[in-house]
């Protein structure tokens, strides 16, 4: 089997050679979309991409929209890969994130957009106490701050610029902090104590033990992921509420706490036809 890696990080390719007979590593930028008897058509460095067995990509923010278009050409074809077009863009796009989650019935905090400052009317209508900001430009969070003062927030505001980027606030969530990595039906889970509510992808700020899911939350990764078709992501659990979800998650992270075989998680998931090796 041969197996299409698109990233920016050349150790995948060291990572992923042990289990497919053939691994190609290759940057987004060598991607090009052509039309083909009236169907899209994506190629790499000239080369098909249907034409590869399985794909595992690591997206980067500023090809979110590309990538998602280079997703969606894979659709009804032979090719396993770790991510569709469809969820991708939705955990990408926190609005709509939060959105999508609470149409499905989701538990989520109370969650607010904004935007502009006359978005802010509806927070100061139903403030009740302490609350997260997390300002993003772009798919790209920039700052973060908890608080209970609506001056904060205010100010806090005072940056956006409408179109350019904009505010999530979520009511603050006490309880136990889990984060959970969902590879194709499986979970692999994280306790978080410290300032979680700042926690970086760096995994700052806080410490992290591998800790089994109580079955509440479990079932609440299960149906967080269900609702939006992702067969590959990371989701936030605080208390029984979904606070975030990552489109890119931390697989060498993951296994560095928790000691699961997370990369061979994921090359199943590649070739599930034949089952992954152990590493």
């Not at 975030?244 to 296994?255: L, V």
């Not at 928790?258 to 061979?264: L, M, P, Q, R, V």
Request: charged share 35%.
């Amino acid at each position: 089997m041969n197996l299409l890696t698109i990233a920016e990080d050349e150790s995948l390719k060291e990572r992923f050679e042990p289990h497919f007979e053939e691994v190609h590593l290759h940057s987004i930028e060598d991607v090009k979309i052509d039309v083909d008897e009236e169907t899209f058509v994506s190629y790499v460095n000239g080369e098909r991409v249907e034409d590869y067995d399985g794909l595992f990509i690591r997206p980067t923010p500023k090809a979110i929209n590309f990538t998602r278009i280079f997703l969606e050409t894979l659709v009804d074809k032979e090719i396993e890969t770790n991510m569709d077009g469809t969820s991708y863009y939705i955990i990408a796009k926190k609005p709509y994130l939060f959105k999508v989650l609470s149409e499905k019935g989701v538990n989520i905090p109370k969650t607010y957009v904004v935007s502009t400052r006359k978005s802010l009317k509806n927070i100061k209508k139903d403030f009740q106490g302490r609350v997260i900001c997390k300002q993003y430009e772009g798919f790209v969070r920039k700052d973060i701050m908890k608080t209970n003062d609506l001056d904060d927030i205010e100010a806090f505001s005072e940056s956006l610029e409408h179109g350019r980027n904009y505010m999530i606030v979520q009511d603050f969530v006490e309880g136990d902090v889990y984060d959970c990595l969902y590879i194709d039906g499986e979970i692999i889970s994280t306790k978080v104590t410290g300032d979680t509510w700042r926690k970086s992808p760096h995994r700052e700020n806080c410490s992290e033990k591998y800790h089994k899911l109580p079955g509440e939350v479990q079932e609440l990764v299960f149906e967080t992921a269900d609702a939006i078709g992702s067969r590959f992501c990371s989701v936030r659990v605080v208390g029984t509420k979904v606070v975030d979800m990552k489109m890119n998650p931390d697989i060498e992270g993951f296994k560095k706490v928790s000691g699961k075989d997370t990369f061979g998680k994921v090359v199943e998931m590649l070739r599930p036809e034949e089952g992954g090796d152990e590493e």
